[in-house]
């Protein structure tokens, strides 16, 4: 009997998101074919939800969608060509020996989503392995994970997230122990389940092990403004924050403290104001951390291209004093930036006028490195941009000239979302050249299709 039951709930659940999707088919095929224009075009291309209320943003959910569908490519053709020229001289930065004895290895994820079911499986043994060689691992937890609340099962890219503990659980190290060492819980997800859903959210990963930074609920005497790591002699200064809230109104209402970045959502230049991310770089260099992290909620959804604000914003933030400024948000990976500061040398000086150069009051030649989005790490999204993610690989060193510690660019490595079986019951987080490989062989124009898409985010890697 229970075997039955089981199986009329799965059909249940089957038919219900069949009728789902093709509601929403019916309304993807208005939005694509019958609300075309080439004014809609701009119109949709250009539509930011960042920032605006339910009811701002609801009469425009024909632009959001198609938004989704189509993703975005504006940015000028300057733009266009310096991360492209960007991506060529990196390229070079990855491929260069490292000879230096004492060396770390972090990776960096983006963001990880609610994914409706499958928790305990879905991350293919390949990945798992991937990561557990790295020291360090660091990523976007865009869901709580509150045990006493319901997870959403069935609804597609649910706007009011939740999910199981087997949601992290399965990112287990060879040798035991979560893959993760430390997490950004600051982004327009953290409140979904509300303080107390934060709370237990929070409880659930100090009993994992994993560190958090970015939000809390009251405070505690004491408290760091920012996370501070030790390992192996290297000190680390871990800070998130984001650009807002889906519902600012819940921050009014209880006792949670998210970091924010003010004036970038809506998006208006002059209330810009990074004065509190500079204090908390300042507080990194007086507590003698050696490597300054920030990780950033920012930039603007489906868009591949960081806005030019955004641009500057990373910048200014690198003549601060962060080392590493890795993004999330954009559903979509974005390029990267190298910026050299205070005359430091690369390894071919004729490749550094290529870079954003800039100069501190410490005058102690270092550079820095901007990644705008890392895209979905884990994601029930449908479009093969927003199931595609980066990790991206930084290899740390002491230098033998300097005794500090410096980085250098690591691999760059795809992974992709592939829900696969009935409702998505057999999806599988696996390495993006081996999806391609597999599915070019079952279905080659399939294979050409997907590859076509995403290989203009390739290239930029």
């Known amino acids: 009997m229970l075997r039955i039951y089981r199986k009329q709930r799965l059909w249940i659940k089957v038919f219900v998101l069949a009728a789902i999707t093709l509601l929403l088919l019916i309304f993807a095929v208005y939005a694509v074919v019958w609300d075309s224009s080439d004014e809609d075009e701009i119109d949709f291309r250009n539509f930011r939800a960042e920032g605006l209320s339910f009811y701002e943003a609801a009469p425009s959910g024909i632009k959001y969608f198609k938004k989704y569908y189509f993703k975005s490519w504006n940015a000028s053709d300057s733009t266009k060509q310096f991360f ?60 709580p994970i ?6 959403p099962a069935l609804l597609p890219d649910y706007t009011n997230y939740n999910s199981k503990p087997g949601l992290l659980r399965s990112f287990k190290r060879e040798k035991g122990g979560n893959i993760f060492t430390a997490l950004s819980i600051a982004n327009n997800h953290t409140l979904d389940k509300g303080d107390k859903g934060l709370e237990r959210t929070l409880k659930f990963l100090e009993k994992e092990g994993i560190l958090v930074t970015g939000a809390r609920v009251g405070s505690t005497p004491g408290d760091r403004d920012y996370l501070l790591i030790e390992k ?43 004065a509190s991310k500079f204090e908390i770089l300042k507080k990194m260099r007086e507590d003698s951390v050696d490597i300054k ?9 489906y868009e591949l291209y960081p806005d030019e604000e955004i641009i500057k914003i990373g910048r200014k933030l690198s003549e601060a004093g962060a080392d590493l400024i890795i993004g999330s948000h954009s559903h979509v990976v974005q390029p990267s930036e190298i910026c050299l500061g205070n005359g430091y040398k690369l390894s071919s000086d004729s490749l550094s006028r290529y870079y954003y150069r800039f100069n501190d009051s410490t005058g102690v030649p270092r550079k820095s490195l901007i990644v705008y989005s890392l895209g979905n790490f884990t ?18 060193f002491k230098s033998s000239s300097t005794g500090l510690w410096d980085w250098t660019l690591g691999e760059s490595a795809f992974v992709y979302n592939n829900p696969a079986g009935i409702a998505g019951l057999k999806r599988k987080l696996v390495f993006y050249k081996d999806y391609i490989e597999s599915l070019s062989i079952k279905s080659p124009e399939k294979g050409a299709e997907i590859n076509a898409e995403v290989r203009s985010v390739l290239q930029l890697y």
């Open 146 to 151: 509150d045990t006493l609340s319901g997870v």
């Open 232 to 274: 192996r002699g290297v000190r680390f200064g871990f800070y998130a924050a984001t650009w807002g809230l889906n519902d600012p109104e819940l921050l009014r209402k209880g006792d949670a403290k998210i970091n924010q970045i003010y004036g970038i959502a809506p998006l208006h230049k002059e209330k810009i104001d990074l």
């Open 379 to 396: 994601s029930a999204m449908y479009t093969p941009l927003c199931r595609l993610g980066l990790i991206q690989n930084v290899t740390l």
């Open 84 to 143: 492209a020229k960007q991506a060529e001289l990196n390229r070079s930065v990855k491929s260069a020996s490292l000879n230096e004895k004492e060396s770390l290895s972090i990776s960096f994820v983006g963001d990880i989503m609610w994914i409706r079911n499958g928790w305990s499986s879905f991350v293919d043994d390949s990945v798992r392995r991937y990561l557990s060689k790295s020291d360090m691992v660091f990523g976007n937890l865009e869901t």
């Open 293 to 301: 992290i920030l990780f950033l909620h920012w930039g603007y959804e």
